[in-house]
């Protein structure tokens, strides 16, 4: 009697979703996830994911962003989130609300100016006014901090850092510029020329 052995059928293993466009999200997040994602960032920034808060909207999306110098070490630090709600939001007057943060250390001579916090905020609407990022509804805080170091504490004496919070509605789904923008202004409070722009040497 000849047994008869069963085959074993091809097993298909679905891919893992992408979480930064869940299922079921609307098409204006995927789109905007999207142009956030293929954006194109000078050199000197990093971009890695980070985990957006689940609370401030029905969808959300975040990354966090670094900006480097020549010898690696970091210059300033931030994080961007999206948000979106399909129904809006009366505090937003849209659909899509950017919050951002971003700290660097600045310059003690530029530090001890009591206009920095002002500066500092010029720093986030200029780049978005230079991007063609256009917004709204837009609010935050810049903090200026000094401080002074004691005993065995390795660093400068004195060392000066600003912190930028700030949230804005966008008006386009271009949201590759608001992202610009956002790099923009982390490289300015790193201290560094605009894109392009070579600094001379003093030799």
Do not use: C, K
């Given at each position: 009697?000849?047994?008869?052995?069963?085959?074993?059928?091809?097993?298909?293993?679905?891919?893992?979703?992408?979480?930064?466009?869940?299922?079921?999200?609307?098409?204006?997040?995927?789109?905007?996830?999207?142009?956030?994602?293929?954006?194109?960032?000078?050199?000197?920034?990093?971009?890695?994911?980070?985990?957006?808060?689940?609370?401030?909207?029905?969808?959300?999306?975040?990354?966090?962003?670094?900006?480097?110098?020549?010898?690696?070490?970091?210059?300033?630090?931030?994080?961007?989130?999206?948000?979106?709600?399909?129904?809006?939001?009366?505090?937003?007057?849209?659909?899509?609300?950017?919050?951002?943060?971003?700290?660097?250390?600045?310059?003690?001579?530029?530090?001890?100016?009591?206009?920095l916090p002002t500066v500092g905020w010029s720093w986030l609407t200029e780049a978005l006014t230079d991007r063609g990022a256009t917004y709204r509804a837009a609010g935050g805080t810049v903090t200026q901090t000094n401080s002074t170091r004691f005993g065995d504490i390795a660093g400068p004496v004195s060392s000066v850092s600003i912190e930028i919070r700030a949230s804005w509605t966008a008006d386009d789904t271009a949201l590759d510029r608001h992202l610009l923008a956002f790099a923009d202004l982390l490289c300015t409070a790193a201290g560094l020329p605009p894109e392009g722009v070579a600094v001379l040497s003093n030799r």
């Open positions: 009697m000849t047994s008869l052995v069963p085959v074993p059928q091809a097993v298909t293993v679905p891919e893992p979703a992408d979480p930064s466009t869940p299922a079921g999200a609307p098409a204006l997040f995927r789109d905007t996830v999207a142009a956030l994602e293929a954006t194109a960032l000078r050199r000197e920034v990093r971009l890695s994911p980070l985990r957006a808060p689940q609370r401030l909207a029905p969808w959300s999306h975040a990354v966090a962003a670094d900006v480097l110098g020549a010898d690696g070490i970091e210059l300033a630090t931030g994080r961007l989130v999206l948000l979106h709600d399909p129904d809006g939001e009366e505090a937003w007057d849209g659909l899509l609300r950017l919050v951002a943060y971003a700290s660097a250390e600045i310059d003690p001579e530029i530090g001890v100016d009591i206009l």
